[in-house]
């Protein structure tokens, strides 16, 4: 079961992602190719709804050439 803090930590998480690629200029199905990671996968984890592996947001990063931090 996931608590407040995690779902704020998962929120925040997200909304750096959409915020990073919004700035990047690019969209879902841009930061998908370039990850591997399907577009449907990627709006949950923006969302804050689905909980990502650190392998996943390490993948995320590169994509966007950001440190992981």
Request: hydrophobic share 45%; glycine share 6%.
């Amino acid at each position: 079961m996931v608590d407040d803090a995690e779902k704020k930590l998962l929120a925040d998480v997200g909304r750096r992602i959409r915020e990073t690629r919004a700035v990047q200029g690019l969209s879902l199905e841009q930061l998908a190719r370039l990850t591997g990671i399907s577009a449907p996968a990627l709006s949950l984890i923006e969302t804050g709804k689905r909980d990502p592996r650190l392998t996943t947001l390490r993948r995320i990063a590169d994509a966007m050439r950001v440190s992981l931090a």
